[in-house]
């Protein structure tokens, strides 16, 4: 079936840094992807909406600026936190959805990034 | 915006016991979806719901979308270890390739 990787499964890094995120579909073409935030024992929330080839569109309260999206390709889309903060240590996921999204052709998770700043 | 109110929050039962959870919106949905999310991992997909009334079967679980569009349950039966973890309900407004509005979820706990 469909599959959705997401690289690094797991980062940790000094606060300060900026670290991307990448979500791929591997045998299928995803003009829109989006990312999740999860807090621990919480539900996904969702950040923005990818799409490919234009800007991502941000949900209300997610800062575009800090949460840096681009897709530019039909397979590839990267989540960038820069300047990332201890605040920002979460778990990130991203689906996807196959082009035209056809039939029943529901969408497809990646098993998430797990981001810890310290 | 859209919410999803999803319960139990969390369940606790024994081995072999049916488990029955629901979800409800105040919208509209043209899909429902139910996940189950292990530790450290992405949702998976159990069960999609298309048509209003649908009520679907994937081996022990079984779901239906609400004939209102506004509410879906999923029932498990015979429940096993392995059935540990938490369930969320999903919903998307129009098409396929929407963005996927989760409940808060349902933990599943079975007791030894």
């Known amino acids: 079936g469909a599959v959705v990787s997401q690289h690094p499964s797991r980062v940790i890094c000094k606060s300060g840094t900026s670290v991307k995120i990448e979500c791929r579909s591997l045998?299928?073409?995803?003009?829109?992807m989006f990312w999740y935030r999860q807090f621990p024992k919480q539900s996904l929330m969702l950040m923005a909406t990818?799409?490919?080839?234009?800007?991502?569109?941000?949900e209300q309260g997610v800062e575009k600026d800090k949460f840096l999206i681009n897709h530019a390709s039909l397979t590839l889309s990267t989540l960038t936190v820069t300047s990332a903060h201890p605040e920002d240590s979460s778990f990130y996921i991203c689906?996807?959805?196959?082009?035209?999204?056809?039939?029943?052709?529901?969408?497809?998770f990646g098993d998430g990034t797990r981001l810890s700043i310290l | 915006g859209q919410q999803l109110n999803q319960s139990p929050q969390s369940m606790f039962i024994q081995e072999g016991e049916d488990v029955s959870m629901n979800c409800t919106s105040s919208?509209?949905?043209?899909?429902w979806l139910w996940y189950k999310q292990d530790p450290g991992e992405g949702p998976v997909l159990l069960i999609a719901?298309?048509?209003?009334?649908e009520l679907t079967s994937n081996g022990r679980l079984t779901a239906q979308f609400g004939i209102t569009r506004k509410d879906s349950f999923l029932n498990i039966s015979a429940s096993i270890p392995s059935d540990v973890g938490i369930y969320f309900c999903?919903?998307?407004?129009?098409?396929?390739?929407?963005?996927?509005?989760f409940g808060k979820g349902t933990r599943l706990h079975i007791l030894p």
């Open positions: 689906s996807a959805s196959p082009l035209g999204g056809a039939g029943n052709q529901p969408q497809h």
């Open positions: 045998d299928f073409q995803a003009t829109t």
């Open positions: 990818s799409n490919e080839g234009s800007k991502a569109t941000y």
């Open positions: 919208s509209i949905f043209n899909t």
């Open positions: 719901l298309y048509k209003a009334g």
């Open positions: 999903a919903g998307q407004l129009m098409r396929r390739d929407d963005k996927i509005i």
